[in-house]
């Protein structure tokens, strides 16, 4: 797993990030600030690149 930009990033507890997966969270539009939120209970599979450059809110469906 890559990451870039973690003092951006919130993980939250029981979340599951799988192989090869990139996660970033970079104010490159200027927006402050930046926020990649991964909440409780997530997961994310194989091979995903999620870039935050203002808000990204993930939450569990169930």
Known sequence: MSIDGSE???IGNRVYVAYKTW???LPHTGEVPCLLELQD???I???NHIYATKKIILEKMY
């Open 8 to 10: 951006n990033i919130r």
């Open 23 to 25: 996660l970033a969270a």
């Open 41 to 43: 209970g997530v997961t």
């Open 45 to 47: 599979g194989h091979f």
